[in-house]
């Protein structure tokens, strides 16, 4: 920090004292909210409507996501919920509601349109003539329930409609395939079969009940683990969700059909018993896992939907107050990279109890697919790379800024997903190769298997069992270690507890022993090299370098895994000599140069180049190996300056890290442009619906691979050193609050270049804080 000596102070005189008592007076002028802008979050205010559910704003809390917005005097939303696969295993939404009062008071000249960030809910306020209403619209945090309360000056008839385009079977033909885990490779007619939708005691009841058959059945057939089948986690066998639709002095008024963009639906109407100034709505959603709907609508019918707020917007304004980057620049794409950062981390917010981990191609947040590609004129329930198929690379870039904003329980729901099929990962292991280990691939269902389409219904007679056939994801295991050092992390940041996960990371570390060993005694009577290494060939560096021989991305992920883990108490002696004596095996990172520079090699070896991602720079970023304080940190910049795969990759659109790579690396300018080129408004109404890019909108490892850069520009650790600015220009003051290893917050204002109201908590660790800022 940077100190005024006695000698470059002004001189007070009579003038400069004039012009604070002026400025102090002016400070009683300024409107209040001018200083609540770096406390809270802005809102996201619209005073038009919207032309159709693109301009959508999202709206949520729990597991629930909404897509909300008013078209033609009308509100509507989508419904979504984590965790509602189909036997196709697409993600299904759970249907649009239509609202519409009358008189209408969106008819008028006055509208807004109001998302309220700190408490978590949306406005919507209209008037005409004398009409006016206000309708809130929020999710309960701690129950599954949908809250509309609607009150007008004047009394108003309220209508409000359930609509489904699932209200018959229908084929999925093409690329609309795309959105289960067929994929391009449907075996025989695809179909998404109907929901049960019916009127019951003045509320409209809808579920969706998965067939005794479901592509969990395929998969496991196809990849010749029948035998194993009953021992297997099957996350689609007996599911039913749902919900039911309900209001205050509402009754059932008939049905009505229509079709919304090129998706045909069906209605069922619930409408005021007789004019009034306020009406409470609610949506209650459930999910269970049963054999008897009786049972899921008993699970439904226990669901409190009390209209009281206090709890969810209290658990919101906590939210807010745990972390933040609140940014005041001169240049704008600062401002607007701060304020879709926190834009983005409400959307993730909104999945924070999710049973399942936020997708990265679209969360909670998709809408009618035409509208992000005009020629899939497919149902809402469309997305790009499946509903339950999980592609790890992706999703690693939602979870990993979890940790420095503090959101830590968020992260559960990805850590579980392995947990829950680390069995059948193992099983498919002993299966192909009779060794021990979990063999997680990188696109991979919710039941822990290779997807179908990838692992290829075209594969030669006598190929290994346990691969895919298929040129991308080849060989390429080492994407679950991401999550396996995130777990670590919890451990290491807040003090969480992990010791349930210890078989996830075990069994995974235990593959790669296992299967090197298997693979190279398989070609010789040598299970090491001649330094006593595995060699870890055939390998893959992520999916761009294949048939790789020492991958630098695996190679970074095993020696910081394992480096991590040997550290924990939990471990018996045992363990931990086991796992020292593996450290000992990896082999050491390769390097090549370019121009006479030095830089980090992807690899010892290679065949092709098949992707458009840069792992030689993966020990930068996740795997911490060089960065900001650390030896090597010349080769590494040098590996992003002039490797020229890197410097032809460099993008920041979707699940792109280069603004992550420069941030670590200390490379201000280039970390500023590709951050705020990735966090800028996206080409859509709501400023965080970003992409499509590689996957689908809006696009959540564009925006987790945003709030990644710009934390690291802020705050960077090694060890028990922490690094204030490494990489953030001194003309953009900040106000922030982020989380450091060993529970350790740190929050502070930089202003003109300076450092102030700086709190470590605790204390203690001021002595570790290393301010960059010069």
């Known amino acids: 920090m940077k100190l005024t000596t006695k000698a470059q102070r002004p001189q007070r005189t009579f003038a400069t004292i004039l012009n604070s008592l002026v400025c102090l007076v002016s400070l009683w002028f300024i409107p209040s909210d001018a200083f609540s802008q770096e406390k809270e979050p802005k809102n996201v205010t619209w005073t038009t409507q919207s032309l159709n559910s693109s301009e959508s704003m999202p709206v949520g809390g729990g597991d629930i996501g909404l897509n909300l917005w008013v078209e033609k005097g009308n509100i509507y939303f989508y419904l979504s919920k984590s965790g509602t696969f189909d036997e196709n295993n697409t993600l299904l939404k759970l249907g649009r509601v239509k609202l519409k009062l009358s008189p209408n008071p969106f008819e008028g000249k006055t509208f807004k349109q109001e998302l309220v960030l700190k408490d978590g809910y949306a406005q919507i306020s209209g008037s005409n003539g004398k009409l006016n209403t206000t309708i809130n619209v929020w999710i309960d945090v701690f129950n599954p329930v949908i809250h509309l309360d609607v009150k007008s000056n004047q009394k108003t008839i309220t209508e409000v409609g359930y609509e489904s385009w699932r209200f018959d079977d229908r084929i999925t033909k093409g690329k609309e395939n795309n959105q289960n885990s067929y994929k391009w490779a449907p075996q025989g007619i695809v179909k998404t079969l109907q929901d049960k939708i019916a009127f019951k005691n003045n509320t409209v009841q809808f579920y969706h009940q998965n067939k005794a058959e479901t592509v969990f059945d395929v998969t496991v057939k196809q990849q010749g683990l029948e035998d194993r089948k009953a021992e297997m986690f099957n996350p689609l066998k007996n599911l039913i969700f749902g919900g039911k639709m309900q209001g205050e002095n509402m009754v059932p008024a008939g049905n009505y059909e229509g079709t919304y963009l090129s998706t045909p639906f069906k209605a069922w109407t619930l409408k005021s018993k007789k004019p009034s100034n306020s009406v409470h709505i609610s949506i209650t959603l459930n999910t269970s896992v049963t054999e008897s709907v009786n049972k899921w609508e008993q699970a439904l019918n226990q669901v409190s939907t009390k209209n009281d707020q206090k709890a969810s917007i209290k658990w919101w304004n906590e939210y807010w107050k745990k972390s933040f980057i609140y940014i005041n620049s001169k240049d704008e794409p600062a401002n607007q990279s701060s304020k879709n950062y926190q834009l983005f981390r409400y959307m993730l917010g909104c999945n924070a109890f999710g049973k399942y981990p936020t997708k990265f191609n679209g969360g909670l947040f998709t809408f009618d697919p035409q509208l992000t590609d005009t020629a899939l004129k497919y149902t809402p329930d469309f997305r790009n790379w499946g509903g339950g198929t999980h592609t790890a690379q992706n999703q690693r870039l939602v979870y990993w800024p979890m940790l420095k904003s503090g959101d830590f329980g968020m992260m559960k729901s990805q850590f579980d997903f392995y947990l829950q099929i680390l069995k059948n990962a193992e ?5 192909a190769w009779k060794h021990k280990g979990a063999s997680f691939t990188e696109q991979l269902e919710n039941f822990g298997l290779p997807n179908p389409a990838e692992y290829g219904w075209k594969r030669p007679t006598d190929f290994d069992k346990g691969m895919e056939y298929n040129a991308w994801l080849e060989y390429e295991w080492d994407t679950v270690l991401e999550s396996c050092m995130m777990i670590l992390e919890t451990e290491r940041f807040n003090g969480d507890n992990i010791e349930k996960y210890l078989p996830l990371i075990e069994s995974s570390l235990t593959f790669f022993k296992e299967h090197y060993t298997y693979l190279a005694k398989q070609r010789g009577a040598k299970a090491l090299d001649a330094n006593g290494h595995l060699v870890l060939y055939p390998g893959s560096g992520a999916e761009t370098y294949k048939m790789a021989y020492n991958s630098t991305s695996t190679i970074s992920a095993l020696k910081t895994v394992l480096e991590r883990l040997v ?10 000599a086991a796992w020292v004596a593996m450290l000992k095996t990896i082999p050491p990172i390769s390097f090549r140069t370019f121009d006479g520079h030095t830089t980090i090699a992807p690899a010892k070896l290679w065949e092709r180049i098949n992707n458009v991602e840069s792992p030689q720079l993966y020990p930068v970023f996740p795997w911490g190996i060089y960065g900001t304080g650390k030896s090597g940190l010349d080769t590494a910049i040098n590996t992003f300056k002039y490797d020229t795969d890197v410097l032809k990759f460099r993008s920041y659109i979707g699940w792109k890290q280069d603004n992550i790579f420069a941030a670590r690396l200390g490379l201000t300018d280039d970390a500023a442009k590709l951050t705020t080129a990735k966090l800028k408004d996206s080409n859509r109404r709501f400023p965080a619906f970003w992409g499509p890019g590689f996957d689908w909108a809006p696009d ?28 953030w220009p001194k003309d953009w003051d900040v106000h922030f609050k982020l989380y450091a290893p060993y529970q350790t917050t740190i929050e502070g204002t930089l202003k003109d270049g300076k450092l102030t ?17 010069n």
Do not use: C
Not at 708 to 713: D, F, N, P
């Open 427 to 431: 099983i498919r292991t002993e299966s």
């Open 567 to 576: 550290e924990l108490s939990a471990l018996s002696e045992k363990q931990k």
């Open 757 to 773: 109201d700086l709190k470590v908590v605790p204390e203690s660790r001021k002595i570790d804080l290393i301010n960059m800022i």
């Open 700 to 727: 959540h490892n564009w925006g987790g691979s945003g709030m990644i850069g710009l934390q690291e520009m802020l705050l960077q650790t090694d060890g028990k050193k922490i690094y204030l600015f490494p990489a």
